[in-house]
């Protein structure tokens, strides 16, 4: 089975598939890990774009296109990536492939026999996998589930008998929720869940402030029973604090950017009452 996602970085682990097949990884660091998978002879790894780190000389990389996804051609539309990493042992004796977490996120093995064979993810939480392992992208039609600023809710799936790796930013927490049993997550907060949880999607709030952004503004509420991963710090929150840093420097920590914003206002302001003596004339 695989090892529990909270396990002591640099620890061996050993994962067993349904074949009884036997194959060791390891998971390096503390925050943006990286997992270590060792490969026998014409073992294989498939991967997201991009995020090989490094391999041993016996392992050959290909991008081939992934046909189980549903939504390739939408994807492809929208500027996704529809092509998967394939990483092979060609070689006649063991290698080994290091893919590593593409932001500050942790990788948290999973191991879909223990979950029903299916996993509900969000968007572009899958990063590896081993053995039978489907990823599958879907769209929900109903137009209250649509939330601007969020790149949808739990629209990767992966389905399967094999490991899969995915990621989450931040601290992950996991929680196991007992039949019946409520829990009330943000919903950018949500890694992974089964399809043994019910989710409810709330709004908090008008429904005007869901559409302008703000924060903590949509919840899940999760019924059990069911393993509910949770993470602290989804990339969309830090990517927009980060553009917001970036984007609206304190004024009086800029004394020149403030100059030319007054400069320009007072250009513009020239600019169009000379205009309208022109056009009077």
Do not use: H
């Not at 998978?37 to 073992?43: A, D, H, N, W």
């Not at 774009?49 to 051609?73: D, H, K, L, R």
């Not at 949500?190 to 399809?195: C, E, H, R, T």
């Not at 304190?250 to 302001?269: E, T």
Request: charged fraction near 15%.
């Amino acid at each position: 089975m695989a090892a529990p996602f909270f396990s002591t970085p640099f620890q061996p682990f050993v994962y067993q598939s349904q074949q009884e097949d036997v194959t060791p990884f390891q998971i390096l660091g503390g925050e943006a890990q990286i997992v270590q998978i060792m490969l026998k002879p014409e073992e294989k790894v498939i991967a997201r774009p991009g995020c090989m780190c490094y391999m041993s000389g016996n392992t050959q990389m290909e991008n081939v296109y992934a046909p189980e996804n549903e939504a390739g051609m939408w994807q492809w539309l929208f500027g996704k990536n529809v092509t998967s990493t394939l990483f092979l042992n060609t070689g006649s004796s063991d290698g080994f492939v290091g893919i590593a977490a593409p932001s500050l996120a942790r990788i948290l093995p999973i191991d879909l026999a223990k979950f029903g064979g299916e996993m509900l993810c969000q968007p572009d939480a899958f990063l590896c996998s081993m053995g039978d392992v489907k990823v599958s992208n879907t769209f929900d039609q109903r137009a209250r589930n649509v939330v601007p600023g969020i790149e949808g809710f739990l629209r990767q799936k992966l389905s399967g008998q094999g490991l899969a790796f995915i990621i989450g930013g931040g601290s992950v927490v996991q929680k196991n929720l007992e039949v019946g049993e409520t829990l009330t997550v943000d919903m950018s907060s949500i890694i992974a869940l089964p399809s043994t949880v019910n989710v409810q999607i709330k709004y908090n709030g008008p429904m005007r402030r869901v559409v302008f952004g703000g924060d903590n503004l949509v919840t899940a509420m999760l019924t059990g029973p069911g393993i509910v991963f949770i993470q602290s710090m989804p990339f969309p929150r830090l990517s927009q604090r980060i553009a917001r840093a970036v984007t609206s420097p304190n004024m009086r920590d800029n004394p020149k950017l403030f100059m030319q914003i007054a400069i320009f206002f007072f250009l513009a302001y020239v600019v169009v009452f000379s205009s309208l003596i022109l056009t009077d004339i």
